[in-house]
């Protein structure tokens, strides 16, 4: 049975220490959100996987959470570096976190298993690249049937996965429109999974467009009103360009960025509040 909860309910029922998390959505229905509960609730020790590492994670890796890193790109988009992720992978600061570096390819097509309950990916890839000088996680096998040499990474099985979408039902089904990434694999592939939307409508389907991720694989959902800001939700709000070049100067220092998190984040009691702070500062 899907729940319904509180954003702060479902983080501190699910997001336990030392477990795998994915949180996707690409460009937009990005869940905020939820990574700043996260990090509101000092949440650590956690293995991160993102396909496009940006603003969401740089955050909860420069505020101590993670010890592990899965991703296949990593900037500030159209902006520049991630500033938090840059100083952990030069410096070790807040602390070392493993990184697990791939390509996008080979991160969909590990999704792509999980969700199938598949061991691992077989897929074209990585030949005559320097990935698997930095990744033993990357092996070639031989077709049985042509001989031909293919590329091999483990499945992605995250134990949870959090994603924002437009609508959810009464039931918890869940409705999603616009650019898509790989959200409703990441789903299906984990063990787990919480959904932020922007509105509980009373039915959701096929016959309004877009894709719908069944209740059967939906553990809660959260109601939570520009819950991917800065990022954007087709059909809700726009991408805030203006704060991705703001997190730019804010995440730079360390100090700043303690500072900053401090008092928009710990210092407010949810992303509502969160959210109010900011537009009172002039951020959005």
Known sequence: MTEFLSL??????????????????????????????????????????????????????GMGCADKLMFSWG??????????????????????????????????????????????????????????EVNPNIRFIQCPFTGETLTVVPAIKPDLAIIHAQRADKQGNIWMRGIIGIQKEAILAARQS????????????????????????????CCVPKGAFPSYTEGYYNRSNDFYVRWD??????????????????STNDFSEFMFKLEKQGYV
């Open 75 to 132: 900037g500030n988009p159209g902006v520049g570096s991630l500033h938090r992720l840059r100083d952990v992978a030069e410096h070790d600061y807040p602390h070392h976190i493993e990184i697990n570096e791939h390509a996008h390819a080979a991160m969909a097509n590990a999704y792509v298993a999980g969700a199938s309950n598949m061991p691992c990916a077989i897929f074209k890839g990585y030949r005559d690249t320097s990935y698997p």
């Open 249 to 266: 100067e804010i995440s730079r220092d360390r100090q700043r960025f303690l500072d900053w998190m401090d008092k928009f984040v710990l």
């Open 8 to 61: 702060r309910e479902a983080v501190q029922k699910y997001v336990k220490p030392g477990i795998s998390l994915a949180m996707e959505g690409f460009t937009h229905l990005i869940p905020h959100a939820a990574g700043l509960e996260i990090i509101r609730q000092k949440i650590r020790h956690l293995s991160l996987i993102r396909m496009t590492t940006d603003i969401v994670y740089d955050q909860m890796i």
């Open 194 to 221: 919480i959904v932020t939307v922007e509105e509980i409508v009373d039915q959701v389907d096929e016959k309004q467009g877009g894709i719908v991720i069944p209740r059967w694989v939906v553990n809660a959902v």
